[in-house]
């Protein structure tokens, strides 16, 4: 895969919402979390003068969008990642950066998300959430590393997210609290092509 190897859990869960099993104490605290980091996340990006990009989103900045249907295909897509809210002093409250490739791939039963390009590649598996959404388990790639960490070894590398149809053949990543920079990352994901 382009994206470097997947982040793997020690075991796939064999059950919907069984990645409560799998996920850490952490992570799933951050996933209770994630109504009141997109709160934060959008009045820090609005009051910072970012009220029309936020509009312009639509349902990609809408936190309640979320539609059933079907999980994305197998395949290349193209994404860009927004960051919202700022962690600290100095950091942007809002930064969209420019599309890159990432990939969908099968990993047995479940679906695999890899960014492919740039310093920050979060890479992991998409597991059965709740029939509205899938949860992303998996962890953040650096720079020139080509093999993800596993899931559950470094809690400083560890992601956890929602992953949500917006439309036809449109998707969005949601990883709120993330460890660096942002309060919440929005990754939309469309079909490359």
């Not at 992570?27 to 003068?49: C, M, N, P, T, V």
């Not at 720079?143 to 470094?154: I, L, M, N, V, W």
């Amino acid at each position: 895969m382009a994206g470097g190897a997947m982040a793997r859990p020690r075991a796939l869960p064999s059950q919907p919402s069984a990645w409560r099993t799998l996920a850490t104490a952490a992570d799933r605290e951050r996933l209770r979390g994630w109504r009141d980091a997109w709160g934060k996340a959008l009045a820090a990006a609005r009051a910072s003068g970012h009220g029309a990009e936020l509009a312009a989103g639509g349902a990609l900045f809408n936190p309640d969008a979320a539609l059933p249907g079907p999980e994305p295909q197998p395949g290349t897509y193209r994404c860009r990642v927004t960051k919202l809210g700022a962690q600290s002093p100095g950091l942007l409250d809002y930064a969209a950066y420019p599309p890159f490739t990432c990939t969908i791939a099968r990993e047995g039963d479940v679906l695999s998300f890899a960014k492919n390009d740039g310093v920050q590649r979060p890479a992991g598996l998409l597991l059965p959430g709740d029939g509205q959404r899938m949860i992303f388990l998996g962890t953040m790639m650096l720079s020139d590393e080509r093999q993800a960490r596993d899931y559950g070894t470094d809690p400083e590398r560890d992601m956890i997210g929602a992953f949500e149809r917006l439309g036809p053949a449109r998707w969005r990543l949601v990883l709120p609290y993330p460890r660096w920079e942002s309060l919440l990352d929005v990754i939309e994901l469309v079909p490359a092509g």
